[in-house]
Each structure stands twice: as structure tokens, then as C-alpha cells.
């Protein structure tokens, strides 16, 4: 099991709207280190695969048409405490609940145009990382 990593994505319309720079400096900033990183474009299969655990949720077809609208950066992040700690960097998952200096509230649009991903928990950050990263090196 990795410890102390966790796995973001920055989502479609936070990619498209020029926020990722802004995004990626406050993770690091935040004292995250990337570990691994790639630019890339879902299909909505593929989509429909990473958000599996929501297929019976009345959001599950919107989610994955919006999640394979457009490119998205997908990474690994290494900190102590990292899936905790990049929860509560990224904030609640409804914008209009996020805390104030979150990057939902700063970037999201909407509860499903969110900006960005954060696994919740360990096992979840290992599973989501093979997802996108399986067979490369990750150092
Ligand atoms: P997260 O862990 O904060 O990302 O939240 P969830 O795992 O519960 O949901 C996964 C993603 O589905 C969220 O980040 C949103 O993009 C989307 N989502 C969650 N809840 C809703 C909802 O009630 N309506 C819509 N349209 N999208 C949602």
C-alpha cells in the first residue's frame, strides 16, 4: 500500500478555463511534491470506468459527459498526510460549501464542474494512480 501519496485531477473545465498553472502552484505551495504528471483526454467509457463507484447515482451520466469534455492533467502527490491534507486544500465538494482559500471555492464552477479531484482514502489513491499510471515509472 503507498502511504504519504495521493492522486488529483485537474478536471475539464478548470484545464480549459487557463486555471491549471494556478492550480498546480497552490498544491505546491501547499507542500505537495508531484511525483508524476500527464496531460490527457478521457473517453467517456473510460470516465464512466474512474467514477464506477457512482454508476447508481442520478449524476452518474452528466458526470461522465463533463469528465470527457476536454483534457485534464492527472498527478501523484507526495506529502506526509497527503489524502487527508489535500482534502482540505481542496475543499468540500459543492463549491458553495468549500471554505474560503480552498481550490474548489477559488476555481469550481458548479458541484459537478468542480475543478478538481482528490482521493479519499489511501486504498483509493492506489487504485485511481494505477488508473492513469500504470507501467511508468513513478520515482
Ligand atoms: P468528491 O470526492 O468531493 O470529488 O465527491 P464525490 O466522490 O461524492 O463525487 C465525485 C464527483 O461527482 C464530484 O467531484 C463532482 O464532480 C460530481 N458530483 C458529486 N455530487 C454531485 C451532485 O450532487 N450533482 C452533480 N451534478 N455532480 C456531483
Known amino acids: 500500500m503507498i502511504t504519504n501519496r495521493t492522486f488529483t485531477i485537474i478536471k475539464p ?3 480549459e478555463a487557463g486555471s491549471s498553472g494556478a492550480i498546480l502552484k497552490m498544491i505546491e505551495e501547499a507542500g505537495f511534491r508531484i511525483v508524476a504528471m500527464r496531460m ?3 473517453s467517456p467509457e473510460r470516465a464512466g470506468e474512474f467514477y464506477a463507484v457512482h454508476k ?5 451520466k452528466g458526470l461522465c459527459t463533463y469528465m470527457s469534455s476536454g483534457r485534464i492533467i492527472a498527478a501523484i502527490l507526495e506529502k ?4 487527508a491534507d489535500f482534502r482540505k486544500l481542496i475543499g468540500a465538494t459543492d463549491p458553495a460549501l468549500a471554505e474560503e482559500g480552498t481550490i474548489r471555492k477559488l476555481f469550481a464552477k458548479s458541484i459537478e464542474a468542480n475543478a478538481i479531484h482528490g482521493s479519499d482514502s489511501d486504498e483509493s489513491a492506489a487504485i485511481e494512480s494505477n488508473f492513469f499510471f500504470a507501467g511508468m515509472d513513478i520515482f
Do not use: G
Open 56 to 60: 447508481e447515482r442520478p449524476f452518474y
Open 80 to 83: 506526509e498526510n497527503a489524502v
Open 13 to 15: 473545465d478548470a484545464v
Open 40 to 42: 490527457t483526454k478521457l
